[in-house]
């Protein structure tokens, strides 16, 4: 099997392949974060508190709309893992195309609806009325970006299923810097207020995702597509679609609790608002470590899966525990000692009140790191061997959480109350997947019978393999 410029995880001590994949995958997000401090610290410092309130407001909408999309990119490049594992080039292949033809058509759907939807959901979001608009400015030019985004997204991931961690962080940190110049240059100079930082982020995007397109074509000589190999098949892309819905769904489930949160918040004013935009953009540089590791243990068990290889798996995902953990509680003596000083990087000194809000929601977000660890790592392990539906109810979960807290106990508690929803819904997933979590890998070692194929291990895989 021609492997130039690919991966294969499936041999080999697994705490040495899971830093090494991670390693690259976890630069890249610390550059991106890198320039999402300077995106809102521009916004911050030259526009002022309500603009970074603006922008800030429109997060869970954002991630409600994005991350459907980035679910259904995830779900279809796990045939793609797993048909590599499996050492089956054309599956591969055809997997590629057909991931190919449904995000391109996904994306083109997704971008005009929420485009046209984007004002009426922020009203829906109880957004204050003063930075109503500036919000609808901003939203609307990233929702109408959303092809270069899946652009990347579903490059990025071909790349990673194939073993090839490294090529999407070279394009992210490119993109990242073109968006840090983008951003001094149309707001600063421009004057184009938050839509020059929305627009700033789309042409990155696309920078991203046209890079890591390039070098799938030309360095990549297993994904070198003959006539069969396009051949579409409705069959194919329905089973496909199966795969990736779950996913999407999962990240629009866990997005909604996100949204009512942000509800709730929101009716606590602007202040409130800026003081959880900035919170939540620290948090989001301390959980790069999560999303590296999370995405590397997608990629590793969806190749071992392929691979008849539970057991590495499991060892695997021990490894990822253990290297997390100690993070996580390096991360919070980190916030607890400096999170007040980091946060001054996105507040201006003069607002006293915001950064104290603020340094609240961080210190207590931080205190349960551990449990975002598991919801990550072992989420993503579950998606890699193919049940994705699993991984939708763990987005219930969340989602129930956090209308739960927004609802009974921000109205009672107040802001302290909004502290605790992300807590509460990453502790009542983890309830949910451990579980899940053995019954999968009992389930999937039960129809693993000597004589099967490899590519049998996956029941999703072989239907669609009928289907074709």
Known sequence: MSRTMTRDLTEGKPLKLILSFAAPLLFGMLFQQLYSFVDTAIVGRYL????????????????????????????????????????????????????AVLSAGLAVIFGLAAT??????????????????????????????IPCCVLYNMASGIL?????????????????????????????VC?????????ATAV???IAGIGCLVVMIRRFPILKLTAADRRFSVKRSWSMLGIGLPMGLQFS???IGSVVVQWSVNGLGVDAVAAVSAAQKLSMFFACVFDALASTMATYAGQNTGARKLDRVGQGLRCASVVGTIYCVLALGVVMLFGDKMLGLFIDGGSAEVLALGFRYLKINASFYIPLLFVNIVRLSIQGMGFTRVAMFAGLCEMVARTAVALLVVPAAGFDGACFANPAAWVLADLFLFPCYFRVIRSLHGRLMPGT?????????????RAA
């Not at 459907?68 to 893992?81: K, Q």
């Not at 004057?191 to 627009?199: H, I, Q, R, T, Y």
């Not at 194929?453 to 393999?465: D, G, L, Q, T, V």
Request: proline fraction near 4%.
């Open 160 to 188: 990673r299923s194939l073993g090839d961690s490294k090529t999407p962080v070279v394009f992210l940190v490119l993109a990242s810097l073109v968006n840090i110049v983008l951003d001094l240059f149309l707001i600063i």
């Open 253 to 255: 489930i866990t997005a």
């Open 204 to 206: 990155s995007q696309l």
């Open 116 to 145: 046209l939807l984007c004002k009426p959901l922020l009203r829906l979001m109880n957004t204050p009325e003063e930075i109503l608009d500036s919000s609808a400015s901003y939203i609307r030019i990233i929702f109408a970006a």
């Open 453 to 465: 194929e490899p590519s049998e291990a996956n029941p999703k895989i072989k239907k669609i393999r």
């Open 48 to 99: 002022g508190t309500e603009k970074l309130a603006a922008v800030g407001a429109t997060g869970s909408v954002n991630f409600l709309v994005i991350g459907l999309c980035l679910g259904f990119c995830s779900g279809f490049s796990i045939p793609i893992a797993q048909a590599f594992g499996a050492k089956d080039e054309h599956e591969v292949r055809r997997s590629v195309w057909h991931a």
């Open 191 to 199: 004057k184009m207020d938050v839509a020059g930082a929305a627009v």
